[in-house]
């Protein structure tokens, strides 16, 4: 064997995969050829290491969640027959703690501050209980936790990483009387986000604000969004809960639009079915 | 396959199952990012899906799994932009190569060898994720990536060597390679 041909079996050497005879010839040659020990040597410290980054998470049941949601769609659209919705369920549970180090920080120094307010704001027992804590003092902590936790949903959202704009999401649904920068931050996320998983987030996370006239033009623009069958899929299923007006003449368009991926005029159809019964 | 080929749908359930994880972890690995790795996945199977009639029963059901995901990839990455520039060819040359035995010396960090894999271009790093994690062999690679095997073995040497490299390259980043 020459120096070249030895070299380039050296993975294949580290993974086994050679028969023990080539095997055995290589072992010979780098026992006798300083260059190619030096060389093996390099490769197999790489080798090896990549075999030490450790194995990703697998994300396995919220894959399964949308596999299944997409193979109930498909079945409707082959069927033409309504799938259950519990079929469809598209959850994520994000954790309390974000992973981006300046939402630590920013989550950090909010919690401080709505510390130090509600410090000040309620008064030791001993003097409660003399003078009771006027209401509006603990209106405004309130109201300050509440700009604190918008603020902080808003700046999640804003994120690079996709992990992060699906928290941001998600705790839109913990903040009573969003003002109207979260609604539209739904909504450019909806229309906009570059991941599908946030926007569908957005969609679930905008249901709570479907009487909106901004969020129903909103989902007429995106499930016009070819780009996604899958929210397109989504859009449909919000537009038949919430009772859209606008749905019917819609999906009619819809189920009638030959360039429309398969699952996607289904279920317009299958939205049809629902709307008129 | 050939249950979802012939209109099962229900089949595809148990492809998912079987293979959903494997294809994850290709895509991880080479996108580096485990949100845009699972958006693929499920563009990959409704691919499936949508392309059942042009799977060839006499093929291997993974070859063609394979090919759906970096197909998926590609579109992916050609309607969100270009990626990050791959580290060049030349770099292995112009890298400082510390030299065989003083690596040997050295503890070389997984995470940082991850960080250096996304650095190399699209083969060189697909070969190396079919070889290394999901063991495939040679001509099985070869199969997915559509080259000959002799390209396969050529190329996963200079993979090797150019992901030395990048990782080096890397070095000056604070603890990547400790000694």
């Known amino acids: 064997m020459r120096c070249e041909e030895v070299r380039q079996r050296f993975a294949e050497y580290l ?21 190619c020990q030096a060389e093996y040597a390099g490769v197999e410290a790489v080798w090896k290491a990549l075999g030490e980054v450790p194995v990703p998470a697998v994300p396995s049941n919220r894959m399964r969640e949308r596999f299944s949601a997409m193979l109930a769609a498909e079945r409707a659209a082959a069927d033409r027959r309504p799938a259950s919705r519990q079929d469809r369920g598209r959850t994520w549970r994000p954790t309390f703690w974000p992973r981006e180090p300046l939402v630590q920080m920013a989550l950090a ?10 410090g000040r704001a309620l008064p030791s027992r001993q003097v409660q209980q003399q003078a009771p ?19 902080l949903t808003l700046s999640l959202m804003q994120q690079q990483s996709a992990t992060e704009r699906l928290r941001g999401v998600s705790w839109t649904a913990q903040i009573d009387q969003p003002g109207n920068e979260v609604v539209s931050a739904l909504l450019d996320t909806l229309l ?25 033009l909103g989902t007429k623009r995106a499930v016009a969004d070819k780009t996604s069958p899958l929210l397109q899929v989504a859009v449909i299923d919000f537009m038949v809960d919430t009772r859209d007006p606008q749905a019917p003449a819609l999906f009619r368009t819809l189920a009638q639009d030959a360039s429309l991926d398969e699952l996607v005029r289904g279920r317009a159809q299958w939205g049809l079915d629902q709307l008129a019964s | 396959m050939d249950a979802v080929q012939g209109g099962q749908l229900e089949a595809l359930g148990e492809l998912f199952e079987r293979h959903h994880r494997q294809v994850f972890l290709f895509l991880r690995r080479t996108t580096g990012d485990a949100a845009i790795a699972e958006d693929l996945v499920q563009e ?15 093929s291997r059901f993974e070859t063609w799994l394979f090919r759906i995901a970096r197909n998926a990839r590609a579109d992916h990455f050609r309607k969100q932009g270009p990626s990050p520039a791959p580290v060049d060819a030349a770099l292995e040359v112009a890298a400082p190569d510390p030299g065989p035995e003083k690596q040997l010396e050295r503890r070389i960090d997984a995470q940082q060898l991850d960080r250096a894999l996304q650095q190399l271009a699209e083969e060189p790093r697909d070969l190396l994720v079919l070889a290394r994690y999901h063991g495939q062999p040679y001509e099985r690679i070869a199969e997915t990536l ?21 990782f080096f390259n890397l070095e000056d980043a604070p603890c990547a390679v400790k000694k």
């Open chain 1, 109 to 118: 120094a909010s919690l401080l501050i709505v510390g130090v307010i509600a």
């Open chain 1, 192 to 216: 906009h986000d570059s991941n599908v998983n946030v926007r569908l987030a957005a969609i679930d996370a905008l249901r709570r604000f479907s009487d909106r006239a901004d969020v129903r």
């Open chain 1, 133 to 151: 804590v006027p209401s509006r003092e603990i209106a405004e902590v309130r109201t300050e936790l509440r700009d604190m936790r918008q603020m």
């Open chain 2, 146 to 166: 559509g080259i000959e095997v002799g390209a396969v073995k050529t190329r996963v040497h200079r993979a090797m060597k150019q992901l030395r490299a990048a």
């Open chain 1, 15 to 35: 993974a086994g995969s050679l028969d023990a005879g080539v095997a055995r010839e290589l072992e010979q040659h780098v026992a006798s050829c300083a260059e």
């Open chain 2, 44 to 58: 990959v199977f409704v691919r499936i899906l949508k392309y059942r009639h042009t799977y060839d029963a006499g």
